[in-house]
């Protein structure tokens, strides 16, 4: 097994980007439809994943719900960051990595021939940027990723079990999968314990304010990453991460990313599915839509993707809504960069 380490987005910088983000733009980038991969074999790993709340603001367009969204010139970078993962020293529980019945493949594994979330509607309580209000939102955000995500891995006879939640408090924060600090993340899963860690610290709440749809596009990429856990495909793609590499070789961080954008892309097919019912409306989806733009800054670990590609990625999700358009690991090494 690898050490445990934090795989980290670059930091985010929100300086003037969330007040600009309903002006008019064009279409974003897009990737072409995936056909069907060749057999892979097999392989299994852990891993944790983290959201880096930096919002790299890059000049990026993203499609906006009716026609609203913006582009974003980059600003000057904040010490802080968004989603990630990271592997554990050991299996851990409720399954050691999620493949307990899921299948440890990459592009061709099952979850890739299953359909999209279905409308879903979320009731979720009013947010508020302190720790009282944010866990009740996210609690109350938990069932209703369950019941987007349980149907779509059952439909492929693939696992499926509620994910703890966690709520740590401070600047650091501890886990199965080791420690992670407020300055490398905004959130993190851990399947050493399938627990989404969701500190209110963490979210950069002071610079994005009271925007609900910002924080349940992260909560939703980090249930991503259980999904992936769940699959197989998250302890394949450690696997091949770290057997035998070095995890900070071009390679290793082509997988690191591949697992991240992946994640922004499910983050996508879930707002897709909840937009437009009960809670989620259209100020929400946009404020998710406008908040993806956060990637790996010049100079920084490439770990994550660029801006370009993370807000891409998860508007492929939203707006093609099909599970294998969110298969990365077919997905040229140009579309993950």
Sequence with gaps: MPPARPVMPPPLSTHGALARAHGPMGPPQQFSPYPPPPPRRPSRRPFVTLFLIGLVVLGVAVIGLSGHGRSR?????????LPTSVPTNSPGTGGGGGTEDGVDKLG???????????????????????????????T???????????PVLQSVKLPFHEPKLAFPSGKTWSSPCGSVSQEEAAAFYCNGDQ???????????????NRPGAYLAVFAHEYGHFVQDLSGVLTAAHKQEYNGVDP???????????????????????????????SVDNTVTRDAQNTQDRGDQPGE?????????????????????????????VASSSDVQ
């Design 108 to 138: 061709d594994n099952p979850l890739f021939t299953a359909q999209g979330p279905t409308s879903v509607t979320c009731t979720l309580p009013r947010w508020q940027s302190v720790s009282s209000a944010s866990n009740a939102y996210f």
């Design 195 to 209: 627990t989404l860690y969701m500190p209110i610290s963490g979210l950069q709440t002071d610079e994005i304010g």
């Design 301 to 329: 670990r490439r770990d994550h993707g660029t801006s370009e590609h993370a807000s891409a990625w998860w508007t492929q999700g939203f707006v093609k809504k099909t599970v294998a358009q969110c298969n990365t690991w």
């Design 73 to 81: 010139q980059r600003a000057t970078p904040s010490p802080t960051n």
């Design 140 to 150: 109350a955000a938990l069932p209703c990723l369950d019941r987007a995500w349980q």
């Design 248 to 278: 900070d070789s071009p390679a290793a961080l082509e997988v690191s990313r591949r697992i991240e954008l992946q994640a922004q892309c499910f983050s996508g097919l879930f707002l897709a599915a909840a937009a437009g019912h009960g």
